[in-house]
């Protein structure tokens, strides 16, 4: 049974065995025997079920006498229980099981928050969470810059991972950097946002390295400090403001989880929150008792900031083959199911503010077994297809959900009691997702029950113009929130206005420390020892005591605590002149009237209030002893005419009103009276906290505790419902902000005076961080002595100095563009744009470039991001001068419109494999197939033949060890409805000239058929392992001489004359199998579609069997012959394709089949070198050695052959005056110079882990 899944499966089934003992226990007969087990509990001799030493016991039982009870209801003992209680304070029936529903709990009921729901009131969090690979979708793809500004307070990436040799957090993947930074950048548009790395994930614990990480890290304190030491590291290099601890399974051991882990993951979190202390810390929580039972809440919640409560995935097609729950229609997401899962967090005391409750922006979908049949209730038969942008059975992205609605005129019916849309279509489909009239019910929902906010998965489930995050905006606003306007063509007028924000002294929470950074005060009165610190046990009632801490880089006030007088204290009103009392203590004072009272008079703490760090405690006083009828303790005679920013019976801490401890109304108790009239300088949102905060099981006792929310000061105590000498506390956010208006143009004189150097010359140079002129080799040839500006050779002397130059210039540039398209630029920068760029490209004004970035232009914004953006247009005026003026740019460049195709007479020319094309006529085929059932070619199920001798026994013959060519569905052959996200995911060549990234084409058209001239390509290609063998047979590598015995280990030819062709169980050879683990009919999951040209290309390039482009057809293009035209365009086109094919390799999904193939191929030799051992007395072939030294060296060979390939003829394109004449083509050619000498290596990272 899935548990994980269907949180409260769990306790139905429980009930359920419950009524089933119950009613055996009524039945006269008997039920089980030494051979008929029970279906719950132990046998007993007299042949009934049940649990308990009644049944259980060894003389009584006969059999399935191994089996305990969740809990002791009473009498059962230690031997016969699994727990004592039950796990998170659930109930424990009379017959020994755990639930929550009144067969288990009777009329007890669960303390459930309430508030009043004030409707749109504001939310302190709005938690989303990004997912990094949204970016590699098929489609639907959604980017960091299209997240809406002021919606959310925390965006949570997704995910980051963890070394699990090393300890140290990693990225997930090589290209989540870059987003790292472009999800960071968002912050700079919206102060108030925080973006927090999310750690781990649902398939972390999956079997892998992986497994037992987190278990790991929590059982050491040597790798909690390997890790705490990282993340730090980590959070400082990317700005992040904190971690999301998603460690979803700790202690379940059917995820890899141990025992310990229910103890050990507390004090990790305690020691990870001690370090990060000036950074957030949250906790993803499952909703389902199965696993939520292994979180210790009540002691992991003191450390962290808020949990993420999975408040969906309530129900899916886990649920088909699960008995007791069944192919049922639920919504995967509903507020009955919500509501139980909330209780048991109120069972455990976890406070109502540190709650944010999940919401989805999916759908979970079903067929159903009828169509007359379609409500909750009705059974289903599976799961809808697999989207082409979701690409998950059962699963749809509110993106595709608004489609369908879109395309199919559907009309989605709200389900009130469960909060959720409905969704019925083709019949039998149907399916529950969110939208804003059930977001709205479900963010109320939140509020009746006073959360902290409202979290969603996933922001990037969302659509292009982000309809459900600005729905959410409107239903669960955040504080200081509101849709933020993007910068616009008429922006600021030189005026700069400075921002900044004063915080405020404050108390910590008991035994906490000050923040990292922050001074820990000093007494400074008459009464004080040496270098004692301000303190206050107030409310803790023995558990530790609170510091008073101000902010760095501030001025400080002067502190003390005034005045005892032997006992006699003088209850704050002896505080000196120009101070103001910020605490209370009446710890070793006596009663206030000197006698006999009750109340005992106080000590108060007191600072002066001449700094900003105090500036909001100036504002306020105590109504009990600040007006002049010095009223306390008698706190009904004392009035407010200010803001009143607490009512406390206790005032500060320690200040007890007569009558306090029978409880007051407001008018009755001290009064904590602001006067501030300044929006920007005022105590906000404030409220009690820490009430009720855990209940002493033995007495029954509630006790509080006085401690404030992130980002809160503690302003008064109350000790009025709270036992022994524990405290609720007044927390308030401090909202102070100074502001300074100025006149900048600073910045404009320098972007004046780069901009004109530039516009001299107006080219990129290389980025000297990834090829430094300065350090280059003399006598280099190719394109390290390519000229940046010109085809004309220049001295190396003169290239260095000016290539350093030109590399500020640009920089510079680029960052008065930076300002002007993802800033708020000034009018004095616009002007200086416009009056130095218009005279040399008239296109190009501010506007117009600014309206193609948000226009014509986004989709390419979008690819860039606001991190390279502004290198884009820098780069490419020229290309952006001939796209706005019409004359050639994406379609042309000025040069002549050409195209070049390989007049091809063999069947299947161009088909994978195929050698005989120059240049594949992909592109131009590339339509629609009008009549669509022809049916291209399918790959047979052919011989790769190879013929190796025994290099070891001179004069052997050759042996037949041919490697299969095992049938693959070509594009033709997917299915368009299964294989649906295949077809959406085919790479192609972008038409935009000046970008050098393939692109993701859906070849399946509106008219339902399928674009020829794509490929289904093997990522590691076929030919391959026979290159390998014949390397591996002489130790060589492929950057080794071809006719030389390499110095890497051989490997007998044994290995693959014998070993290899052992079979498993189906007659299948090892060898075979590898072939299939490269991409096959039922293995098509490691195959990518791709154009032809592409990945013919692609296969010259690993092959080497011929140059990637022919010299001649280069020849031909760039110089022309007696009978044909010359066409350079097409030349710089080859060229750039040749980089498009090579940086396809390190797209996400490209590169994560080709580390899962060569897993899987590494897998079958490391079986293969096994067979070898046992008949060879243990000797290693050395095979698996061998083969990852050769592939790494492979990427490295295919890398060389590239650039090689750009070295051999950018010089060349460089002495072309119809390349070198036209400004865009000039721009585009230098950028490839950049793009061939900074190219990347294919990373190796994960590809060899080690095997058994």
Request: proline fraction near 5%.
């Amino acid at each position: 049974m899935d548990l994980t899944r269907n949180p409260f499966a769990f306790f139905f089934i429980l009930a359920l065995f419950a009524l089933v003992i119950d009613t055996c226990k009524a039945q006269d007969a008997p039920e089980c025997s030494a051979s008929v087990p029970c279906q719950v509990g132990c046998c007993s001799k007299f042949g009934f079920c049940g649990l308990g030493p009644d049944y259980c016991k060894k003389e009584i039982c006969v059999n399935n006498c191994e089996r305990k009870a969740d809990c002791d209801p009473g009498g059962y003992g230690e031997d016969y229980v699994l727990h004592t209680t039950c796990p998170l304070n659930v109930c424990c029936s009379k017959y020994g099981f755990c639930g929550t529903t009144s067969e288990f709990c009777g009329s007890k009921k669960v303390n459930r928050p309430s508030c009043d729901v004030v409707e749109n009131s504001q939310f302190t969090r709005v938690v989303g969470y990004y997912e990094s690979w949204s970016s590699a979708r098929a489609c639907n793809r959604f980017l960091p810059e299209q997240i809406p500004k002021g919606v959310y307070t925390h965006i949570n990436f997704a995910f980051a991972s963890i070394d699990p040799t090393s300890f140290r957090i990693v990225p997930a993947a090589r290209e989540d950097v870059e987003m790292y930074k472009r999800v960071a950048s968002l912050k700079k548009g919206d102060p108030n946002l925080k973006v927090l790395i999310a750690i781990g994930g649902w398939t972390f614990n999956n079997a892998g390295p992986t497994a037992t990480t987190f278990s790991d890290i929590a059982r050491s304190p040597g790798a909690q400090r390997k890790f705490i030491d990282s993340v730090i590291s980590f959070l400082q290099t990317y700005d992040f403001d904190g971690i999301d601890l998603d460690w979803e399974y700790p202690a379940a051991d059917d995820r890899n989880g141990r025992e310990e882990d229910f103890v050990n993951f507390p004090n990790f979190v305690k020691t990870l929150k001690s370090a990060l202390k000036s950074y957030e810390i949250s906790i993803t929580l499952p909703a389902s008792f199965w696993y939520l039972q292994h979180f210790d809440l009540k002691n992991i919640s003191p450390h962290v900031d808020f949990f993420n409560v999975m408040a969906y995935d309530f129900h899916g097609v886990w649920d088909k083959p699960n008995k007791w729950v069944g192919p049922y229609l639920n919504a995967h997401t509903n507020l009955t199911e919500i509501k139980d899962g909330l209780d048991l967090l109120w069972r455990n005391d976890v406070e109502k503010n540190k709650v944010t409750l999940g919401l989805a922006f999916y759908g979970r979908g079903y067929v159903a077994t009828s169509s007359a049949c379609m409500d909750p209730g009705c059974t289903y038969e599976s799961g809808t297809n697999a989207q082409a942008c979701s690409a998950e059975v059962g699963v749809l992205l509110n993106s595709e959900i608004d489609e369908i609605v879109a395309d199919q005129s559907l009309e989605p019916v709200l389900d009130e009691d469960a909060a959720v849309k409905i969704l019925r279509w083709n019949d039998n489909h149907w399916l529950t997702y969110d939208d804003e009239e059930s977001l709205k019910l479900k963010a109320d929902f939140a509020r009746s029950l006073c959360l902290g906010g409202v979290m969603v998965w996933s922001i990037s489930h969302d659509t292009k113009d982000a309809k459900y995050s600005r729905a959410l905006s409107r239903v669960a606003p955040r504080l200081f929130g509101g849709i933020f306007y993007e910068n616009s063509a008429a922006a600021g007028s030189g005026y700069v206005t400075d921002e900044t924000d004063h915080s405020q002294c404050r108390w910590t929470n008991c035994d906490e420390d000050c923040p990292a950074d922050w001074v820990r005060m000093l007494r400074k009165d008459g009464g004080a020892r040496p270098n004692e610190f301000m303190t206050n046990g107030a409310g803790c009632d023995g558990r530790g005591f609170h510091k008073l801490c101000c902010p760095p880089d501030s001025s400080i006030p002067t502190c003390g605590w005034y005045s005892h007088n032997n006992g006699k204290c003088d209850n704050g009103n002896s505080c000196p002149a120009g101070t103001k009392e910020i605490g209370s203590n009446n710890e070793y004072c006596g009663a206030f009237d000197g006698f006999g009272s009750s109340i005992r008079s106080y000590q108060a703490a007191c600072c002066t209030t001449d700094t900003d760090n105090m500036a909001l405690y100036s504002q306020c006083d105590w109504s009990g002893h600040s007006y002049t009828d010095k009223s306390w303790p008698y706190c009904t005679r004392a009035t407010c005419g200010a803001d009143v920013v607490a009512f406390s019976g206790y005032g500060s801490g320690d200040a007890a009103c007569i009558n306090s401890r029978s409880g007051m109304d407001d008018n009755s108790k001290n009064k904590y009276c602001c006067e501030q009239p300044e929006d920007d300088k005022k105590w906000k949102d404030c409220e009690w906290q820490g009430m009720e905060d855990y209940t002493d099981e033995d007495t029954g006792l509630k006790f509080c505790t006085p401690k404030c929310s992130a980002g809160l000061a503690l302003v008064a105590m109350d000790h009025v419902g709270c036992s022994g000498g524990s405290a609720m506390a007044r927390c308030c956010k401090p909202n102070y902000k100074s502001y300074a208006t100025r006149f900048e143009n600073s910045e404009d004189e320098l972007f004046k005076s780069a901009l004109e150097n530039f516009m001299d010359d107006p080219v990129c140079t290389n980025n000297i961080f990834d090829t430094n002129p300065l350090r280059r080799r003399s006598g280099s040839s190719g394109l390290d002595s390519v000229d940046y500006t010109s085809g004309n050779e220049t001295s190396l002397d003169r290239r260095q100095s000016e290539g350093f130059f030109s590399y500020i210039v640009s920089q510079s540039v680029e960052l008065m563009v930076e300002e002007l398209f993802t800033g708020t630029p000034r009018e004095s920068t616009q002007q200086i744009w416009n009056d130095t760029v218009i005279p040399h490209y008239d296109r190009l004004s501010y506007a117009s470039l600014y309206d193609y970035q948000v226009g014509a232009g986004y989709e390419t914004y979008l690819q860039y991001g606001v991190t390279q953006w502004p290198r884009y247009i820098t780069c490419n005026l020229g290309v952006l001068q001939a796209i706005f003026s019409g004359s050639g740019g994406d379609d042309d460049g000025g040069s002549g419109s050409c195209s070049s195709t390989c007049v091809c007479t063999l069947d299947g020319c161009c088909m994978e494999g195929d050698d005989e094309c120059i240049n594949s006529v992909a592109e131009a085929s590339a339509e629609d197939d009008s009549a669509n059932g022809i049916e291209e070619r399918a790959p047979k199920a052919s011989l790769y033949p190879w013929n190796p001798s025994d290099p070891a026994i001179p004069n052997s013959p050759p042996q037949n060890l041919e490697w299969a060519t095992i049938d693959y569905p070509s594009a033709s052959r997917l299915s368009k409805v299964k294989d649906r996200s295949k077809l959406a995911e085919a790479y192609t060549y972008d038409p935009t000239c000046a970008n050098f990234l393939p692109i993701i084409n859906d070849i399946l058209t509106p008219q339902n058929k399928v674009k020829r001239g794509y490929d289904n390509d093997h990522v590691f290609e076929r030919k391959m392992p026979r290159i390998w063998g014949d390397d591996a047979l002489l130790g060589r590598v492929q950057s080794d001489s071809q006719n030389y015995v390499g110095h890497y280990r051989i490997v007998p030819f044994k290995f693959f004359s014998e070993s290899l062709q052992t079979t498993d169980a189906a007659g299948q050879t090892i060898q075979y199998r590898m072939m299939d683990a490269l991409g096959s009919m039922t293995n098509r999951d490691v195959m990518t579609l791709m154009i032809q040209d592409m990945n013919l290309k692609k296969e010259k390039m690993w092959t080497g069997r011929e140059e990637i482009v022919s010299n001649d057809e280069m020849g031909l293009l760039l110089y022309g012959s007696d009978t044909a035209a010359a066409c350079p365009k097409a030349a710089l086109t080859q060229v750039s394709k040749v980089l498009e094919t090579y940086r396809w390799h390190l797209q996400r999904n490209p590169f994560s089949r080709l580390q899962t193939v060569i897993k899987s191929f590494r897998e079958l030799i490391r079986e293969a070198e096994r067979v070898y051992e046992n008949a060879n007395n243990g000797q290693s072939p050395h095979a698996l050695e061998h083969f990852d030294a050769w592939f790494q060296d492979m990427l490295g060979v295919i890398k060389s052959r590239v650039r090689a390939f750009g070295d051999s003829w950018l010089p060349d394109i460089a002495n072309v005056p119809a390349i070198m004449n036209n400004p865009g083509d000039r721009d585009i050619r230098q950028n490839l110079v950049n793009a061939y000498s900074a190219l990347p290596d294919i990373p190796v990272t994960g590809f060899f882990p080690q095997l058994p």
